[in-house]
């Protein structure tokens, strides 16, 4: 028995499938990539704005004195301790708004750090500004010395 290829006869409308497919998928592809780079960018810029606020909330609420009943009050720099550690750990985009630091009566200090990063070309109509907040305590007791 003997078989012979045949060539396979394409319609007119079958020849430019494979160019319209190629014209549909190409830029539906660059666009995903694309998002998913800025996606990524943005995803690093958020954590490390997150990481500079907490080492600053923690290096503010270090900044403590105890009296001589055991109660912990924040010192007047702890403010201005915690935006300099901000500011050498935050990344490119990344704003301090506010650092709070409160005295809890039984249990030691607690800094607040409110900051926020611009994620650039986020959305066609310009960048999106994520707020970004950190919590530092420091117990009773616990001191610099101590840790």
């Not at 998913?36 to 004195?65: C, E, K, N």
């Not at 050498?88 to 409160?102: D, F, K, M, S, Y």
């Amino acid at each position: 028995m003997c078989t012979t290829l045949r060539k396979k006869r394409y319609n007119i409308t079958q020849q430019g499938q494979i160019l319209t497919w190629w014209a549909l998928l190409l830029p539906l592809a660059v666009l995903l990539l694309w998002a998913a780079l800025f996606y990524a960018i943005g995803s690093v810029r958020v954590m490390a704005t997150a990481a500079a606020a907490d080492l600053a909330a923690h290096a503010a609420a270090q900044q403590v004195a105890w009296d001589v009943y055991g109660r912990s009050h924040p010192l007047g720099d702890a403010a201005a301790v915690g935006a300099r550690v901000f500011e050498r750990n935050a990344p490119e985009g990344a704003q301090l708004h506010r650092i709070t630091c409160v005295s809890l009566a039984p249990s030691g200090v607690r800094c607040v750090v409110e900051a926020s990063v611009r994620l650039p070309m986020a959305t066609p109509f310009g960048g999106v500004e994520v707020p970004i907040r950190a919590v530092g305590f420091l117990a009773t007791g616990a001191t610099r010395e101590h840790q």
